[in-house]
Nanobody
Framework: QVQVVESGGGSVQAGGSLRLSCVAS?????????MGWFRQAPGKKREGVAGIHTSDGSTYYADSVKGRFTLSQDNGRNTLDLEMNSLKPEDTAMYYCAASDDRNCGGMWYRSSAIGTKIWGQGTQVTVSS
């Protein structure tokens, strides 16, 4: 059974840091091709935060998080951590990890929750207080 599991959310004051972890499992024929982090704040659409192509290591970061958030991937390529520094109240959201075995994923796959096939985790809450 293919599944994605996130962990590491929590509450922090503005300027603080959190690290989210994602483990994708169950893809029996290889590794997932794309993995990414998305977030959804109350009343807003789910948006792409950061993503990686596990084969070539190319990455995507939303403009709002560039320079503050960093992805890291393990050697097995089915785990993806998101290090979040200099957190702001506007980073408050439910954070979701997604994975795909679609060889054509990339580009808009990272930006939009509605583009391409995605296996979603259950989400982990991040709350940043001012």
């Amino acid at each position: 059974q293919v599944q994605v599991v996130e962990s590491g959310g929590g509450s922090v004051q503005a300027g603080g840091s959190l690290r989210l972890s994602c483990v994708a499992s169950g893809y029996v024929t290889g590794n997932f091709v794309c993995m990414g982090w998305f977030r959804q704040a109350p009343g807003k659409k789910r948006e792409g935060v950061a993503g990686i192509h596990t084969s070539d290591g190319s990455t995507y970061y939303a403009d709002s998080v560039k320079g503050r958030f960093t992805l890291s991937q393990d050697n097995g390529r089915n785990t993806l951590d998101l290090e979040m520094n200099s957190l702001k109240p506007e980073d408050t959201a439910m954070y979701y990890c997604a994975a795909s075995d679609d060889r054509n994923c990339g580009g808009m796959w990272y930006r939009s929750s509605a583009i391409g096939t995605k296996i979603w985790g259950q989400g982990t809450q991040v709350t940043v207080s001012s």
